[in-house]
């Protein structure tokens, strides 16, 4: 999330950076393997 | 020139439980910050009547502090409003969400996952802990005691695999639903349940990035629910052998407790990478790990000159974990290779005698010429079109630096 042409990092002084915290969290999608998936797949190929 | 800064409309801001910082989240751009007191308290104060004056006055009484105004303004600027949480004339970049997801598809919506979640939410109750620990003895036992390692060597055939595949779907539908469950029985809205690959591994996935305004401890509890599920479909499989005698459903249940074991590595974003991150209350950890070899990467790269700049024990942890990681999408990329090995790496031979036959004689150019081509084939495009995706990602990628961090 950012605005254009924002691509340089923002300086602040040493007391700012004490002061106030901001960090964007990222997407937590949860996911399964479904690492089973990946043999079958392969069984797949070599069946069809 | 002073002006009124104001909140955006839909801006939620609520204390993170036992943690000394709070969660905002904007639901339009669907973003999500984790921020301290001083800034929350800002924030508060952000109402569209203050100007950046007046504002500076207020945090500096209240603080105790002699922030210039130069610098309130250029926070506000520079690191609120990009985060969409103030109302802006600017355009906004709406991100990608979740960049690391390849050909994503929605296949259960929140509307629906909301419905089927309130059955389950009677799972999770305050003996769980106990409950998993039991379970998994009870069937440690029952495996130790009903099955060989000849028998396992004789049920792991490709007809015995190919069987279990539905139950693999099934079992990963479970797993995503186990999250979305603790998610909403924790009170936060959980979102879709979908699927796509990640490293080039199909998997299934859950949104539950509500999940941040939660406790370290509950959230341990969303990360490891897909696994619980997956534990109680393979205690159901061996009641069932029990009564029936039939012996695919004691192998399928070791299958299915085998295949959720990779969900615990947690150098990549697996279930054990979110029980790490919870764990050590640390959020972020792979771009943090980046950084960290970034800094020592120039550090190095400038004959190391200036301070080496791994100097605490987190540094330290961050740049192995980034060795490590990096390690590990190399030996997932390459398993997926392996797997598919033949199709894949003869696959730009395969590809250019089609496109000579193609040329040379346009007329074998028929419905089932194509159709053939695509279906032999389908392994191999779908990893070339994720190559492409990855590569395209990696030389596309923005430098982000307008958040301030710790």
Same mark, same amino acid.
């Given at each position: 999330?950012?605005?254009?042409?924002?691509?340089?990092?923002?300086?602040?002084?040493?007391?700012?950076?004490?002061?106030?915290?901001?960090?964007?969290?990222? /997407?937590?999608?949860?996911?399964?393997?479904?690492?089973?998936?990946?043999?079958?797949?392969?069984?797949?190929?070599?069946?069809? | 020139?002073?002006?009124?800064?104001?909140?955006?409309?839909?801006?939620?801001?609520?204390?993170?439980?036992?943690?000394?910082? +709070?969660?905002?989240?904007?639901?339009?751009?669907?973003?999500?910050?984790?921020?301290?007191?001083?800034?929350?308290?800002?924030?508060?104060?952000? /109402?569209?009547?203050?100007?950046?004056?007046?504002? !500076?006055?207020?945090?500096?009484?209240?603080?105790?502090?002699?922030?210039?105004?130069?610098?309130?303004?250029?926070?506000?600027?520079? !690191?609120?409003?990009? =985060?969409?949480?103030?109302? !802006?004339?600017?355009?906004?970049?709406?991100?990608?969400? $979740?960049?690391?997801?390849?050909?994503?598809?929605?296949?259960?919506?929140?509307?629906?996952?909301?419905?089927?979640?309130?059955?389950?939410?009677?799972?999770?109750?305050?003996?769980?802990?106990?409950?998993?620990?039991?379970?998994?003895?009870?069937?440690?036992?029952?495996?130790?005691?009903?099955?060989?390692?000849? /028998?396992?060597?004789?049920?792991?055939?490709?007809?015995?695999?190919? =069987?279990?595949?539905?139950?693999?779907?099934? +079992?990963?539908?479970?797993?995503?639903l186990g999250h979305a469950s603790a998610c909403e029985k924790?009170?936060?809205?959980?979102?879709?349940?979908?699927?796509?690959?990640?490293?080039?591994?199909?998997?299934?996935?859950?949104?539950?990035?509500?999940?941040?305004?939660?406790?370290?401890?509950?959230?341990?509890?969303?990360?490891? $629910?897909?696994?619980?599920?997956?534990?109680?479909?393979?205690?159901?499989?061996?009641?069932?052998? +029990?009564?029936? $005698?039939?012996? *695919?459903?004691?192998?399928?249940?070791?299958?299915?407790?085998? +295949?959720?074991?990779?969900?615990?590595?947690?150098?990549?974003?697996?279930?054990?990478?979110?029980?790490?991150?919870?764990?050590?209350?640390?959020?972020?950890?792979?771009?943090? $790990?980046?950084?960290?070899?970034?800094? !020592?990467?120039? *550090?190095?790269?400038?004959?190391?000159?200036?301070?080496?700049?791994?100097?605490?024990?987190?540094?330290?942890?961050?740049?192995?974990?980034?060795?490590?990681?990096?390690?590990?999408?190399?030996?997932?990329?390459?398993?997926?290779?392996?797997?598919?090995?033949?199709?894949?790496?003869?696959?730009?031979?395969?590809?250019?005698?089609?496109?000579?036959?193609?040329?040379?004689?346009?007329?074998?150019?028929?419905?089932?010429?194509?159709?053939?081509?695509?279906?032999?084939?389908?392994?191999?495009?779908? &990893?070339?079109?994720?190559? &492409?995706?990855?590569?395209?990602?990696?030389?596309?990628?923005?430098?982000?630096?307008?958040?301030?961090?710790?």
């Amino acid at each position: 999330m950012k605005i254009e042409n924002e691509k340089t990092p923002v300086e602040y002084s040493a007391k700012m950076q004490e002061l106030f915290y901001v960090e964007e969290l990222e /997407d937590r999608f949860e996911m399964a393997t479904a690492a089973a998936i990946v043999p079958n797949l392969a069984c797949w190929e070599i069946n069809f | 020139m002073d002006y009124t800064p104001e909140l955006e409309d839909d801006v939620f801001i609520s204390q993170i439980e036992n943690e000394p910082y +709070s969660f905002v989240h904007q639901a339009n751009y669907d973003v999500r910050l984790r921020v301290n007191a001083q800034t929350h308290y800002l924030l508060q104060l952000i /109402d569209g009547e203050k100007t950046i004056s007046e504002l !500076t006055t207020l945090v500096n009484n209240h603080f105790n502090q002699n922030i210039s105004k130069q610098e309130i303004d250029r926070f506000i600027k520079n !690191t609120l409003e990009p =985060s969409g949480i103030l109302k !802006t004339s600017r355009e906004i970049i709406k991100k990608e969400r $979740a960049p690391y997801l390849n050909l994503r598809m929605t296949l259960i919506p929140h509307s629906i996952v909301s419905k089927i979640t309130r059955y389950f939410q009677f799972l999770f109750f305050d003996q769980l802990w106990y409950v998993i620990g039991t379970l998994l003895v009870a069937l440690g036992v029952m495996y130790a005691s009903t099955i060989s390692f000849h /028998d396992i060597s004789h049920f792991l055939t490709p007809a015995h695999i190919l =069987s279990y595949f539905p139950l693999a779907l099934g +079992s990963c539908i479970a797993h995503e639903l186990g999250h979305a469950s603790a998610c909403e029985k924790f009170g936060m809205r959980a979102g879709s349940i979908g699927f796509g690959f990640y490293i080039f591994i199909p998997v299934f996935y859950a949104d539950v990035s509500n999940a941040w305004s939660l406790s370290s401890r509950k959230r341990v509890i969303i990360d490891i $629910a897909g696994m619980y599920f997956q534990l109680l479909i393979s205690c159901i499989l061996v009641i069932i052998y +029990s009564i029936s $005698a039939n012996e *695919w459903m004691l192998y399928a249940s070791l299958v299915n407790i085998i +295949s959720f074991l990779p969900n615990l590595n947690p150098f990549v974003r697996y279930d054990g990478y979110w029980i790490l991150s919870d764990l050590l209350g640390m959020n972020n950890i792979i771009q943090k $790990a980046e950084k960290s070899f970034k800094q !020592t990467l120039a *550090w190095f790269l400038d004959k190391m000159n200036g301070e080496f700049p791994i100097k605490t024990t987190t540094d330290k942890f961050l740049l192995s974990y980034f060795l490590v990681n990096k390690i590990m999408v190399v030996v997932l990329l390459l398993t997926f290779v392996v797997f598919n090995g033949h199709s894949v790496s003869y696959f730009p031979y395969r590809f250019w005698n089609f496109l000579s036959a193609l040329i040379m004689k346009p007329q074998v150019l028929s419905f089932n010429f194509l159709k053939t081509f695509i279906i032999d084939n389908l392994v191999s495009i779908l &990893f070339y079109i994720l190559l &492409f995706n990855f590569i395209k990602k990696i030389l596309t990628r923005k430098k982000s630096g307008t958040i301030l961090e710790q």
